[in-house]
């Protein structure tokens, strides 16, 4: 019954006008995936507040060395200087080109996987399955924008999709492989919550109970052995290494996490949701198409032919993100890891459509909205949210800005400056692989300490400060309050003010487009002919589809740079 059932699901799975084609558009669109996340890193090479733990520690060991090897590596470490709430787990020429190499080397790393991922389905369900998930993946933002991003989220990203892929079916191998696969999937989930998201451990109980309940594994050989494995692996890797780094013997970062967000609840310090959010606002942004969860997933979960793999996929990951959904505090990225597995029910729901395409009307509707729903979900992947995202790190920009200032009026490159960095520009992309060498003279200063900030001797250091901007050209931050206040007989010039992201512009008919943030990045990535045909391209669409209208990217003042005028 198994086999018989097996051979139809795959004979319906396989349908395809010409297998050679097939397999030559699969192997395209899985480049897509490797190729967009490469091409999102290039655009928006910098980080967030967010991703400054893992970024600075491997600036700090790329630079300082391996404790053990390098004495008192304890003085130059960043997370040191700024821990943090909680500790974390710590994982070419000079500046931005490491930070973007070693972002490259995650990015490659999570594309793997998802390709990994598209195999299995390949090889389980057949090319037009795994072509239309790698459709589905490649129009996603958020999992290829952030892909390459030194988060702990993307570090555990990899590892839990391919563990995924270890539960898909393949009706090639024997049922006790198949177990071993199941096990095998757990112990990845369990390795990367033990060493990166605490979180995880709540996807590993669901998984765990759901392969129970199918008889896809056993308790004692199967649920038991999976759990000692990982905990014996996991702590190996997390107290062996990451009590090296902080000094701290045993220290099991995560545990610490999970007391300080769940059972202190201080996690809710940095605000709270309702428990529908994760349902009703995060994964309707992960998967972006709104076919893929308003037609082609409940489609796949309709049909006969999809419905028991459609609920294989569905059900452990949706239970996790219930359960998760209890904890106050909600980030899209907390649930990421299940974004493959959804994406893939709504690869088995369009695939079913596709291939009736010609023998129904809903199925040939149905397949023509999906490919121009798809097509939509890309451009605004590529060329709306991306670039405004890109605009979204005036720190980075801001820095950049003073080294080139400096630059053109200084004859001697060992003639550095003392730089005061606020905080939105710590924020906002700021980190130590955009600061220049000790050794040429430069120091970098980002104290929070309020009271010392109050004093005549902090402020009298600095040659440069960035402090934040507004359109209203009097507009002073407290920084700059209090530096105008204690040094009052200095004179401060203003170099450069820098624009960050603020919102999308409707252009109406009859009004000039800027494009300016555009133009800038399509200058970056291909010069000003590249500029330029957007510009002519953006014109002809304009007057020939929109009838005038347009939306572009508004800006508006950040950040600006201070320079201090001193007396020869």
């Not at 993946?137 to 892909?147: P, R, T």
């Not at 904890?327 to 009736?356: C, D, M």
Request: glycine letters at 6%.
């Amino acid at each position: 019954m198994r086999n018989g059932k097996s051979a139809r699901l795959r004979a319906a799975m396989h349908q395809f006008p010409s297998r050679a084609n097939s397999i030559l558009v699969f192997y395209l669109v899985g480049l897509l995936v490797p190729v967009l996340i490469l091409f999102h890193l290039l655009v928006a090479p910098y980080t967030k507040v967010e991703e400054s733990f893992h970024v600075q520690a491997i600036h700090d060991i790329s630079n300082h060395g391996l404790p053990g090897f390098t004495p008192k590596f304890d003085l130059k470490y960043d997370h040191f200087a700024f821990p943090g709430a909680v500790p974390r787990s710590s994982s070419l020429s000079k500046g931005i080109d490491r930070q973007i190499l070693a972002r490259a080397i995650l990015g490659i790393y999570n594309a793997g996987s998802l390709i990994y991922f598209a195999h299995g389905l390949r090889r389980g369900f057949g090319q037009t399955v795994a072509i239309w998930y790698l459709v589905f993946q490649a129009s996603q933002f958020h999992v290829i924008y952030y892909a390459s991003r030194p988060l702990s989220n993307m570090f555990a990203f990899g590892m839990t999709t391919i563990a995924s892929r270890l539960l898909l079916p393949d009706y090639t191998i024997p049922r006790v492989d198949a177990r071993r696969r199941a096990r095998l999937s757990l112990i990845l989930v369990a390795i990367a919550g033990i060493v990166f998201r605490s979180e995880l451990a709540l996807l590993v109980a669901t998984q765990t109970i759901f392969l129970l309940a199918m008889d896809r594994i056993r308790f004692m050989e199967d649920a038991v052995l999976a759990g000692v494995i990982s905990l014996f692996v996991g702590l190996q890797l997390t107290l062996g290494i990451d009590s090296i780094f902080w000094n701290r013997v045993p220290l099991w970062p995560e545990l610490d996490a999970f007391l300080f967000n769940v059972i202190s609840g201080q996690s809710s310090e940095w605000g709270t949701s309702p428990w529908y959010f994760y349902f009703f606002n995060a994964l309707p942004r992960l998967l972006l198409n709104p076919l893929t969860y308003l037609l082609a997933i409940p489609v796949a979960l309709r049909q006969p032919a999809t419905r028991q793999p459609s609920i294989s996929l569905l059900t452990p990951t949706l239970a996790f993100v219930a359960l998760y959904s209890i904890q106050p505090h909600k980030e899209w990225r907390f649930i990421i890891y299940i974004i493959p597995s959804l994406t893939a029910v709504a690869a088995l729901g369009a695939s079913y459509l596709w291939n009736r395409r010609s023998r129904s009307l809903f199925a040939s509707l149905s397949s023509r909205l999906l490919v121009l729903s798809s097509l939509a979900a890309f451009l605004l992947s590529n060329f709306v949210l991306l670039p405004a995202s890109a605009a979204n790190y005036p720190g980075a920009h801001a820095l950049n800005a003073l080294h080139h200032h400096h630059a053109l009026s200084v004859s001697d490159e060992l003639d550095g400056a003392s730089v005061y960095l606020g905080n939105l520009a710590c924020q906002t992309g700021v980190t130590r692989f955009l600061q220049q060498s000790p050794g040429l003279g430069w120091h970098y200063d980002k104290t929070e300490d309020k009271a010392l900030k109050s004093s005549h001797a902090f402020w009298n250091q600095f040659d440069y400060v960035i402090v934040e901007a507004s359109s209203d050209a009097e507009y002073k931050d407290n920084d700059e309050t209090r530096l105008r206040r204690v040094l009052q007989e200095s004179e401060w010039e203003t170099t450069d003010v820098i624009d960050g992201f603020a919102g999308i512009s409707i252009v109406k008919p009859g009004s000039p487009a800027n494009g300016a943030v555009e133009r800038r990045l399509l200058s970056k990535l291909g010069g000003e002919s590249a500029a330029g045909l957007y510009d002519q391209a953006r014109d002809s669409v304009r007057k020939v589809f929109l009838r005038g209208w347009w939306v572009e990217l508004r800006m508006r003042p950040k950040l600006k740079v201070l320079k201090r005028i001193r007396e020869e």
